[in-house]
């Protein structure tokens, strides 16, 4: 029991000391291109309207499906609906 707590706290201190080691500085990130963020900036929306549309098709797709699924139990058992 001993050496499990031992190794626990082991983990904890190396997963915090790595935690710590990968933060960036406010200088770091200022010598970032405002270009290269604007660009990026865009993609990602880009990204983010395509998968807000792809989400909306698959929700309206899936709406579909259960409306028949609903309509098809409603055939086999009245009481179901």
Same mark, same amino acid.
């Given at each position: 029991? &001993? %050496?499990?707590?031992? =190794?626990l706290?082991?983990?904890? *201190?190396?997963? $915090?000391?790595?935690? %710590? ?7 770091d990130? $200022? =010598?970032?291109?405002? &270009?290269?963020?604007?660009t ?9 309207? %395509?998968?807000? %549309? ?8 899936? *709406?579909?499906e259960?409306?028949?699924? =609903? ?7 009245? *009481?179901?609906?």
């Amino acid at each position: 029991m &001993r %050496n499990v707590r031992l =190794q626990l706290l082991i983990l904890v *201190l190396a997963v $915090s000391h790595a935690a %710590n080691s990968q933060d960036t500085t406010h200088s770091d990130v $200022s =010598q970032i291109p405002a &270009r290269y963020l604007e660009t990026i900036s865009r993609k990602v929306n880009t990204l983010q309207q %395509n998968l807000d %549309n792809k989400s909306e098709k698959v929700l309206a797709r899936m *709406l579909k499906e259960e409306a028949k699924l =609903q309509k098809k139990l409603a055939k086999i058992d009245s *009481l179901a609906v």
